[in-house]
């Protein structure tokens, strides 16, 4: 199984707990990609293309995402790859270790709740979901 990990990568905090999510992925079999892991030069044109056009294909090519969803409201662009997957038809499941609540909807924004299979505090909790299978099938839970 493909899993495309979408989350914020703009802070210290945020890139190594990516590759924790990633890590603990792979050491179930997963195969996992991590946009950070590309070569990034937020300055280059040419290297914004690309990295967009790469991370879209990487997208259409996943069979599940799972999307780190911590923060008062969640990173912009990890919102937009949930909308983009979501309009794919494949399973998200939502990462929220964060106990803030986000608004009168309560975990997340309602559009990116709405979006996910689930919402879990680890990523634990996902790689059972995932080995259980238990919300492929798009059933929409809080857990």
């Not at 979408?6 to 999510?21: C, K, M, Q, S, W």
């Not at 590309?38 to 790469?54: E, R, V």
């Not at 009168?104 to 919402?119: K, R, T």
Request: hydrophobic share 40%; proline share 3%.
């Amino acid at each position: 199984m493909k899993i495309y990990v979408a989350g914020p990568l703009f802070t210290d905090a945020e890139r190594v707990y990516n590759i924790t999510v990633a890590e603990k992925l792979r050491a179930e079999g997963y195969d996992v990609f991590l946009p950070q892991e590309l070569p990034i030069n937020f300055k280059d044109k040419k290297w914004q293309l690309n990295t967009f056009m790469s991370n879209v294909g990487e997208i259409d090519n996943a069979d599940v995402m799972v999307a780190i969803l911590d923060g008062p409201m969640c990173d912009d662009g990890t919102s937009w790859e949930v909308g983009y997957a979501y309009g794919q038809c494949f399973s998200i499941y939502g990462l929220r270790s964060d106990f803030r609540t986000a608004g009168p909807e309560g975990q997340v924004n309602l559009m990116l709740g709405e979006s996910v299979v689930g919402i879990y505090k680890t990523v634990e909790d996902i790689i059972e979901a995932l080995k259980n299978g238990s919300l492929a099938d798009g059933v929409k839970a809080l857990v």
